[in-house]
């Protein structure tokens, strides 16, 4: 392929980086399978399986999208599109439909040359290319299908790998391949027996450099004919798949007086698929953010029927063999009961025997794996769905309580181990960041501040809602008797020039003061000044009070009162 028919820079779109899994940044997938014999009939229940599972998963998963379209081929007799470009969300039936055809499919007959099983995947390959093509040009504008603009073909095959990856770069070298991001060769090893994974004499590619000019878009990946590394080629698909822009940027201390701090530019990956993301097995991981989540259901805790969760110990761990990056939610303390419902007796015989558990893990170095049983009514649970935890010792006379992720929410995770060291430029500069600052030998979260109350505070203040004092008022004027037209007219325009005087600002109606047979009260009262709910600097308080002649003291019994504006 020449490197003009390929983009200068990633064709997706999509803002800045923000969370993992965004169904704009998630590319369309292809699936082509290899389905000929006599390998299929070693790999097709373990790669269906697989399949299925997975993509039960992803059928299931809230939030984003992370599959958003998915097409598969089958190479056996002959090229078949098996399942067209379709939304993976929303069609669990539909695809494990074509699951079940892809296992149909005989796995005994006779082989193939290499020859026609390289010329049947390049056929697939520039198929599934138009197919995307027609796919986007006829969808809609607003849909996933139409925000990304190139798709990644997956072959997975049991021949050797080399061999196919030669045969796909001859037969691509001439096409069309704008549209194509990457193409992903998976051989199933140990399927059967082929031999070193060589070229042979008479693969039509025999140049290094000729061969080696797709290798920046075909890469290979050997993995074990089981269901679990399937599955991991399978998943790998949930990852986010931006790349454009880095996620993060880490700033440690400058290591000089006058320059700004270092910048160390990272990415992020997801471990595992959070339980939460699944509402319809809700007891996949019961939730630890409360005690309450962690109980049964309290729906007969009025009679204190509800027996207690049974965790039962299914395995002793190494802790130094335990990775935190597969423990999620919330930790919970686990510490001896002190129920006033149990004698003295079974108390303290229960109290010795959690010493002793916390003394033998903590000096063993030990962690406890558990299993959470399902309810003694239930012969195996509501849903069938267990969920597992781990038990780490502490100094004192506590466990902690930590959930574990299983096998069904571990994403792939191949992170290179380096058995050498950085360059010595790269770790004095951070030596000497890393030297700025303060050390503690003990953690203590007392010396962190969130400002997290100052935050409640400010909102609380600006949110709080004016309507007591409006129902006071209202409670007021229901309380006085009815005005004349006269009288409220007049009422009317006071209100509406006290509007125009304090435009924007608080405003309330007090009572007026009593009615006085001598005349009109004074102009200047002393009043209470009123408490708003506001926690501000007070605005100077203005009465307007509207003096009454003695012309307007026949027309009703209370002409005499006035209304006072605060503003």
């Given at each position: ?5 390929r983009?200068a820079s ?13 169904s ?29 599972n997975?993509l ?96 990644e ?36 090893t ?28 075909v ?88 027996p ?22 919330l ?76 096998r ?48 409640l ?32 007219r ?11 005087m ?14 006085s ?44 009162d ?6």
């Amino acid at each position: 392929m020449h490197t003009k028919k390929r983009p200068a820079s990633s064709l997706l779109s999509g803002g800045l980086v923000c969370w993992p899994s965004l169904s704009l940044r998630q590319p369309p997938r292809v699936l082509i399978v290899e389905a000929l014999p006599p390998w299929w009939s070693e790999t097709c229940a373990v790669l269906c399986e697989a399949l299925d599972n997975v993509l039960s998963l992803a059928c299931s998963l809230d939030g984003p999208c992370r599959i958003p379209l998915l097409s598969l081929y089958a190479i056996s007799r002959q090229q078949e599109c098996l399942l067209p470009f379709v939304q993976v969300r929303g069609n669990l039936a539909r695809l494990r439909s074509c699951v079940e055809e892809l296992r149909s499919i005989p796995g005994d007959g006779c082989i193939r040359g290499p020859a026609r099983g390289g010329e049947l995947l390049r056929q697939a390959v520039l198929d599934s290319l138009q197919q995307f093509k027609q796919y986007t040009r006829h969808t809609s504008t607003g849909s996933q299908a139409s925000n990304n603009t190139s798709v990644e073909v997956t072959v997975v095959t049991s021949q050797p790998g080399r061999g196919i990856i030669h045969q796909l770069e001859a037969g691509l070298r001439d096409a069309d391949l704008v549209s194509l991001r990457r193409l992903l060769l998976v051989q199933i090893t140990n399927a059967a027996d082929m031999g070193s994974d060589t070229p042979s004499p008479q693969d039509p590619c025999t140049d290094s450099e000729e061969c080696l000019m797709l290798g920046t878009e075909v890469e290979l990946q050997q993995v074990d004919n089981s269901v679990v590394a399937m599955e991991t080629v399978f998943k790998a698909w949930l990852h986010e798949q931006g790349g454009d822009r880095e996620h993060l940027h880490l700033l440690l201390p400058s290591n000089s007086e006058n320059s700004s701090p270092v910048c160390v530019k990272c990415d992020m990956q997801e471990r595992l698929l959070s339980p939460a993301l699944f509402s319809l097995t809700p007891s996949v991981g019961v939730k630890t953010e409360s005690i309450q989540d962690f109980l049964p259901s309290t729906k007969t805790s009025a009679n204190h029927s509800t027996p207690p969760q049974r965790l039962k110990a299914i395995k002793a761990l190494r802790a130094d063999g335990v990775c935190e990056s597969v423990l999620y939610g919330l930790p919970l303390v686990i510490r001896p009961t002190t129920c006033w419902q149990l004698d003295w007796d079974e108390i303290e015989t229960n109290h010795n025997l959690f010493h002793a558990l916390c003394h033998t893990l903590r000096s063993r170095d030990l962690f406890l794996l558990v299993r959470l049983e399902p309810a003694q009514s239930s012969a195996a649970g509501a849903s069938g769905v267990y969920s597992y935890y781990v038990l780490q010792p502490s100094p004192s006379l506590s466990l902690l309580l930590k959930p574990v992720v299983s096998r069904e929410l571990l994403l792939p995770c191949s992170l290179p181990v380096s058995n050498q060291d950085p360059p010595p430029d790269a770790i004095h500069t951070v030596q000497s960041c890393l030297g700025q600052l303060d050390e503690d030998v003990v953690f203590n979260p007392l010396t962190l501040s969130s400002q997290l109350h100052q935050h409640l505070k400010r909102r609380g203040l600006l949110s709080q809602p004016q309507y007591p004092y409006r129902l006071q008022q209202t409670a007021h004027r229901e309380a006085q008797p009815q005005e004349g037209p006269k009288n409220s007219r007049q009422s009317r325009q006071s209100q509406h020039q006290g509007r125009q005087m304090g435009t924007g600002k608080v405003r309330a109606t007090v009572a007026p003061l009593p009615s006085s047979s001598l005349g009109p009260p004074p102009c200047k009262v002393s009043r209470p000044a009123l408490t708003f709910l506001n926690s501000r600097t007070p605005a100077p308080t203005l009465l307007l009070c509207s003096p009454v002649g003695p012309q307007e003291e026949g027309n009703n019994d209370n002409n005499n009162d006035e209304l006072m504006m605060i503003l």
